[in-house]
């Protein structure tokens, strides 16, 4: 994962989901999804452009500042307190909620031919591809975070509860 994540303290990690990847997601996603429109905008006609890029990434805002709510307002302050009775349940629906950002990935990837800028390519777009690239490099750190780290503990403990 990422060296700086304290893996072992649960709250710790929390804290660091919070300021390094809540955070920078609410940063990167609004600059993408103008960048994108601006790409779409002056390149409509052109079959490289990423059509439906912008809707995808504005669909992406809300749907992740939902998820992420979700977990600042219920599942972290649980998981600072050392967890909860059907702590699991909440814990389904954030994975399910990853499964949904893994597909938008797919979805960003498919339609920018896995981020490959055309040949003469302006400086918004190649900047929309490297800051969409930089958007899916720290989401790919920080769900198996979640998923593989920060979770296993409290449903183990759930099941065994």
């Known amino acids: 994962m990422t060296d700086t994540a304290p893996t072992g303290d649960p709250a710790g990690l929390v804290r660091h989901i919070e300021t390094r990847y809540h955070a920078r997601h609410r940063e990167q996603l609004p600059r993408l999804a103008e960048l994108?429109?601006?790409?779409?905008?002056?390149h409509r006609g052109d079959g490289r452009a990423p059509a439906g890029l912008?809707?995808?990434?504005?669909?992406?805002?809300?749907?992740?500042?939902?998820h992420m709510k979700k977990e600042e307002l219920i599942l972290f302050p649980a998981i600072r307190r050392g967890g909860m009775p059907g702590i699991e349940n909440p814990i389904a629906v954030m994975r399910a909620d990853h499964d949904?950002?893994?597909?938008?990935?797919?979805?960003?990837r498919r339609l920018t031919a896995n981020l490959s800028l055309p040949d003469g390519a302006c400086r918004t777009w190649t900047a929309l591809y490297q800051g969409l690239a930089e958007f899916i490099?720290?989401?790919?750190?920080h769900i198996p975070l979640e998923n593989e780290v920060l979770f296993p503990p409290f449903e183990q403990a759930a099941r065994h509860g």
């Open 54 to 66: 912008a809707d995808l990434l504005r669909r992406m805002i809300g749907a992740m500042e939902v």
């Open 137 to 141: 490099a720290d989401l790919e750190e």
């Open 100 to 108: 949904e950002h893994d597909a938008e990935i797919a979805e960003i």
């Open 36 to 42: 994108a429109e601006k790409v779409e905008a002056v």
